[in-house]
Each structure stands twice: as C-alpha cells, then as structure tokens.
C-alpha cells in the first residue's frame, strides 16, 4: 500500500463511508471518510477510553452527516501502542462491525503517526513516527519519503530510545507526541542530525486510518472480527539490544514477548 493520502482516498472512493479509530496514542482519533474523501474528524482525552468513545463516535458521525446505519466498514489501529487504549478501541470497533453486520479492518498505528508528518518532506527523507512504549523505549519504525508517498523500510519495533540514537547514520525526522521531543532532543545531544516535524497534524490520525482502512475494502483485505488482536510488540530481555533499523527487518511479538527478526505477520 503506497502511502500517501491522495493515493489512499483515491482507491478509498468506492469505498463508500468508513470510520476509523485510533485509541492507541496519548489523544485518541477518529475520522470517517466518505467515497474517497474526508469528511470529519474528532479528538479525545485519554482518560477513559471506553467513557469518552460513544460521544466522540457520535460526534464525528454527526460532523460527517453519517449514521452507523451508513456505515460500509470500520478501520481501527491495532497498534503498536497503549495496552488498555488498544484493547478498548478494538473493542468497540468489533462490537460496530457486529452489530452492524460490515467489515473490520486492522491497520497499523505506526503507519497512520506516519502519515501525519505531512507532504512537505524532501525527497528521500528519513522519517521515524515513535509512540511511547514506557521503559524508557519507543515504538518505531523506519519510513522513507519518496516522489510524495511514504515507503515503509523496516518493521515495526521497540526500542531503548539511546538504543535508536546510536543507530542513526542520516538525517532524521521524528513525528509524535511528548516521547518525539524526547528523542529528537537526545539524538541533537549526541551530534545527531535530527529535528522533530512540528507542524505535524496528528489528530488526523483517525481519518488517515479511515482511509488506509477503507482502501483495504476496496482491494478486499479485511479482517475477521473473531481473530482481530492488537500487535504488541515487547521483546523478551535477550532480545532487548536491537542492532538497529535495516530495510526488509522486522520485529514481531506477541502479549508473551515471542520475537524473532524477519518473522512474518501471523493474521
């Protein structure tokens, strides 16, 4: 999937109205797009999840002038991220799709934070969304802006955050919340070059995983409610000193902290 927002509402357009949540970060972000375009999009405190989500899905509804009754499928992020924000935001979405008898899909939290940072990028650009994962460790992985779309070049990780730092070798642009700072500020102290992208739109994060979500529709890449779980990623103490961020590596893990390099995705 070539990720880009003009890419991804462009094949979304016979998607017809698909929500999308992402509960897994700081702020939870909701955002419905509707025949390819998008049509709304709402903020929440995360101080309770599961309080706030009835009136935010309400209220983004209402700003999109849709019901759920209207409603062809809906996208949540399955992480990496919060534990309890993943868990009730996923909730809440299988109980949608059952109860209105459409689609899930799960797409990736890193992905949507990616799309944040926005087109203006230079070419070639490194580009590195991080969620907090506590520990002192991010969630991450390696993006690379080229001709206006985001390539992804790693698999998603966790990661000591000097761990990280050591294993820049070009310019990097970090996207994120408070965590973002953290880093960008740590690989500047270390002779890094490195800047945090301040005018990233992150409360979009809920429409770019409406869009991702609604493009998978299309191409009919879409989830089973019973079998849908969050990614976790949290690698046992062996596995913990990360060489770094290698195009094609990956690091999967499970609640367990089973992990292996280039493991591929169960679904």
Known sequence: MQLSPQHLLGE??????????DTGGPIGSFGVVVDGRFAAVTTRSPVSHGFELPSAIEE??????????????VAVAIGPGSFTG?????????????????AIVGVSSL???????GAQLANRATIYPVIDARK?????????????????????LVIPLADLVATLTDEAAFVGYSVAQELCSLAQANGCRARLIENAELHLRGSFVAAMGAAKVVGKDVDVIATLE?????????????????????????PRGRTHPATPRSR
Do not use: M, N
């Open 12 to 21: 979304a357009a016979a998607a017809g109205v698909v929500l999308g949540l």
């Open 60 to 73: 983004v509804l209402d700003a999109a002038g849709v019901s759920l009754r209207d409603l062809t499928a």
């Open 86 to 102: 993943l868990r009730v935001g996923l909730s809440y979405a299988k109980g949608i799709a059952a109860a209105g008898e459409i």
């Open 111 to 117: 992905d949507a934070l990616a799309l944040c940072a």
């Open 136 to 156: 002192g460790e991010v969630y991450t992985a390696l993006y690379r802006f080229v001709e206006g779309a985001l390539q992804k070049e790693s698999g998603d």
């Open 230 to 254: 969050p990614l976790y990623l949290r690698p046992p103490a062996s596995a913990v000193r990360v060489r770094g961020l290698k195009p094609g590596e990956e690091v999967h893990g499970t």
